[in-house]
């Protein structure tokens, strides 16, 4: 079945590419990967510190969203948002199994910071996504941040994050919940796309 | 257990439950509490907002040379099988639908032994706390449609439907309008029938709602 013309694919909407997948359509098919293989990329490049595990991930991510398409709901996510957790848990799944080396959880803020030359506050101003979750993640105190950034994108559980911060357990715990509520009461959230 | 919601633990609670961080005792007695109590469940939906929203916050980056071919590669080596599928589309369509009428006319008569309807037409019921609150109805064959019906009266007003598969994969078919009586849907199964080892209903904050049998179609089929 392939009812999407090529030429007409890339102008069609996310959610139109992601039910043109869901009918196993070529033309979407190659519209979504080249939409969306930067994204996925650049999120599993901030997660894992090897580039080829990197590369892994994406790839398994991207043929996860074709292959389950056809459970896009748009009412609970945004498209990017549903193929961005299914590159997270695909990378949180990796880091798990091979036990491979995640990336400092300070440079997921710097190389977010220097993906643009227009200013930071300019770009929050017109909502930039990527700028105003930083500015609401930079609100945090760092070692709050590191906490935050380690137990959401790199799924470490507390006791791990107390191993890799060389703090106790309870410290771990106290640095998460705190981000992470200021985080979720955060009126800049309320920004971003759902 | 229920809390008070100006407890400051309850707070502490339903982030922990979030990360995946409460232990067994304390999950349990947090589910039971979440199946009644909407403004956990609305908090627990922000929070997992606000975890979701930080993967977007990662830069863009350019892949190694040759990755879009890859994929796309890999892609169309899982697609003629795909490609079977659709071919047999129409049929599964008329199928469904006559599993549907099938299964609405017969909606009366629970509780009931399993039965086969036709020579690829089956079902199991669907059970809550030892009690059937409706049936799946699906085909044996190369088909992957099946048809739920249930009818239970909860707070609950959406429920996602997990396959789980004889391989013990978990399959999330999507959400699905629930509670407020007999309701009853079509899907399609990411797998043949009788590949199917559970169906489960759970409602958004994670509380199973119901489960069919653990036993492949095959099984069902012939008891």
């Known amino acids: 079945m392939n009812q999407i013309d090529d030429s007409a694919a890339p102008s069609l909407s996310d959610e139109a590419l992601v039910a043109g997948m869901a009918e196993r359509s070529d033309a979407a098919t190659v519209a979504f990967v080249r939409r969306y293989q930067r994204r996925v990329y650049g999120l599993a490049r901030v997660i894992v510190n090897d580039p080829g595990t990197a590369e892994e991930i994406a790839q398994e991510a991207l043929v996860k969203a074709w292959r389950h398409a056809s459970t896009f709901d748009s009412r609970r996510a945004t498209v990017e948002r549903w193929v961005l957790t299914i590159t997270r848990n695909v990378a949180i799944d990796t880091l798990r199994r091979r036990r491979a080396t995640p990336r400092d959880p300070t440079e997921f803020l710097d190389l977010a910071a220097a993906s643009s030359d227009t200013p930071f506050e300019e770009r929050v101003e017109h909502g930039d996504t990527r700028a105003t979750i930083q500015a609401a993640l930079l609100k945090l105190p760092e070692e709050q941040r590191r906490a935050v950034v380690l137990a959401t994108l790199h799924g470490r559980t507390a006791a791990e994050i107390a191993d890799v911060e060389g703090i106790p357990l309870?410290?771990?715990?106290?640095?998460?919940?705190?981000g992470l509520m200021k985080l979720?009461?955060?009126?800049?959230?309320?920004?971003?796309?759902? | 257990m229920t809390w008070d919601h100006h407890d400051p633990d309850l707070a502490v609670i339903r982030i922990e439950y979030v990360l995946g961080t409460l232990?067994?005792?304390?999950?349990?007695?947090?589910?039971d509490h979440l199946a009644t109590c909407t403004e956990c469940a609305t908090e627990i939906t922000a929070l997992v907002d606000s975890v979701d929203a930080l993967t977007l916050g990662a830069p863009d980056a350019e892949p190694p040379v040759g990755f879009e071919s890859r994929v796309l590669a890999e892609i169309s080596a899982a697609t003629p099988r795909r490609r079977v599928r659709s071919r047999t589309l129409l049929f599964s369509l008329a199928a469904a639908v006559i599993v549907v009428v099938a299964s609405?006319?017969?909606l009366a008569a629970w509780p009931r032994s399993s039965r086969t309807y036709s020579a690829t037409v089956v079902e199991r019921p669907l059970w809550f706390h030892h009690h059937q609150i409706g049936t799946v109805y699906a085909q044996l064959g190369s088909s992957r449609w099946m048809v739920i019906v249930s009818s239970q009266h909860t707070t609950v007003r959406r429920v996602d439907c997990i396959v789980v598969t004889d391989t013990r994969r978990t399959v999330d078919l999507g959400s699905f309008a629930y509670g407020t009586g007999s309701s009853s849907w079509p899907a399609q199964l990411p797998v043949a029938a009788r590949h199917v080892r559970q169906i489960r209903l759970v409602s958004l904050t994670g509380v199973v709602m119901a489960t069919s049998?653990?036993?492949p179609w095959g099984t069902w089929a012939s008891s």
């Not at chain 1, 979720?184 to 759902?194: G, H, N, Q, T, Y």
């Open chain 1, 184 to 194: 979720r009461a955060d009126p800049l959230l309320e920004r971003i796309p759902r």
């Open chain 1, 170 to 178: 309870g410290t771990s715990k106290t640095r998460i919940r705190n």
């Open chain 2, 23 to 31: 232990d067994g005792r304390q999950r349990a007695q947090f589910v």
């Open chain 2, 104 to 106: 609405t006319s017969l």
């Open chain 2, 213 to 215: 049998g653990v036993s």
